[in-house]
């Protein structure tokens, strides 16, 4: 029997059990860094497996461990296990019981999927050369991300030698497909607070005062101009604020102080410290213009997540292999971020996109809403390729 024929059969067999880890996990979710049960339950899985595995990262991640039987490389499986602050209106069995918590960013379906590699890979360890190293990982969803404490706590070793490969959910795609982009694939992302100070007063009597919810239209009006002044324009880069509101004011009241979030976004490492230092002056030198004050604090997210070329090619045959080459497709970039990246800046990585969606069953919602849910199918897809392809990287 071929590995891939060997591997589709123990993801048969297990395809099951994999729904219902992936229900257990979706109806008792835990927000970034409370991981707490759902590591009890992962460590209570594997030990039933005899899976070797530490911990002791990011205070509940884990890092198990399957040795092939001979020599080799390295490769490290991520699976994130948190859930977002979304209340579930979904109406199924395995809804969230937790009120106002949810997976509605999949990663009930990821932490599944690399269970349920690492089962199967343990199986079939004579079939393998190397090691093969499974995270599974807290606080993905907020900074500083679980990866980089992950990191920071020892869970990697020899980087220089390893490589490390990720999926993700993937809504717009079909259930039974895969997407890839070698390259940079998604942005940094910072989070800019602005706290801008006027003088509130009588709205009739603007003279009189300094008026914060007139000078922050002009901060957003400058924004405008400063990606398309200030950076690479052949290199993806967003500036955008997501939130603005007052500390009071009426129809005929100025309030004294105008507070706003934003978001900066780019694919440009090299100049993305530079990028904070012009939001910070044009910030405060147009509320100066105007009389107002400004209180600016940036702070650094997420990197650039970088796809390494040759890893990703060869991901992208190995996927052809495993399911056939019409089931495997190109990805364009995304604005988007993910601590992922953290790992990809420090040895070869690869991330993919896993389908999820199904239109005719009415699987269609966007990740981080309140109806995201998947076409469970794509756990088969899902658990199968991520052991094909740790196989084709030790």
Request: hydrophobic residues 35%.
């Amino acid at each position: 029997m071929t590995l891939i024929k060997q591997i589709k059969k123990h993801t048969d067999d297990f395809f099951d059990e994999g729904i219902k880890i992936r229900r257990h996990l979706h109806k008792h979710p835990e927000l970034s860094f409370q991981e707490k049960n759902t590591s009890a339950y992962v460590q209570a899985y594997l030990k039933e497996n005899n899976i070797k595995f530490t911990t002791g990262y990011c205070e509940h991640g884990i890092v198990a461990e399957i040795k092939g039987s001979k020599k080799g490389g390295l490769v490290y499986l991520r699976g994130d296990m948190d859930a977002l602050p979304i209340q579930e209106k979904n109406k199924t069995s395995y809804k969230s019981v937790v009120p106002n918590v949810m997976h509605a960013c999949g990663h009930d379906v990821h932490t599944t999927c690399v269970l349920g590699a690492a089962v199967i890979l343990n199986k079939i360890r004579d079939s393998f050369k190397g090691t093969v190293r499974i995270i599974f990982q807290p606080g993905e969803e907020q900074l500083p991300g679980g990866a980089s404490i992950m990191i920071a706590d020892g869970a990697i070793k020899t980087p220089s030698k390893a490589k490390v490969i990720a999926q993700h959910v993937h809504p717009p795609l079909e259930v039974g497909k895969v997407g890839f982009h070698p390259g940079e694939y998604m942005a940094s992302a910072d989070e800019i607070y602005i706290e801008i100070i006027g003088k509130g007063g009588h709205a009739a009597l603007p003279l009189n005062f300094i008026d914060p919810i007139m000078v922050s239209g002009q901060v957003i009006n400058v924004f405008h101009t400063l990606v398309s002044r200030y950076s690479d324009p052949k290199i993806p880069t967003v500036l955008s604020i997501g939130k603005i509101n007052s500390d009071g004011g009426a129809t005929n009241v100025i309030p004294s102080k105008v507070m706003m979030r934003g978001t900066f976004r780019t694919m440009d490492e090299k100049n993305r410290l530079q990028m904070h230092k012009v939001i910070d002056r044009a910030i405060k030198h147009t509320c100066k213009a105007y009389g107002a004050k400004a209180k600016v604090k940036i702070i650094y997210g997420y990197p650039t997540l970088k796809n390494d070329v040759a890893l990703t090619h060869k991901a992208i045959e190995s996927a052809k292999s495993y399911m056939g080459g019409k089931n495997v497709v190109h990805l364009d970039k995304r604005m988007t971020a993910e601590d992922f990246s953290y790992y990809s800046q420090m040895m070869p990585a690869c991330f993919y996109r896993l389908g999820t969606g199904n239109e005719k069953l009415g699987i269609t919602s966007s990740v981080h809403t309140p109806t995201f849910d998947v076409d469970e199918k794509a756990i088969h897809t899902g658990i199968g390729l991520m052991t094909y392809l740790a196989t084709q990287n030790t």
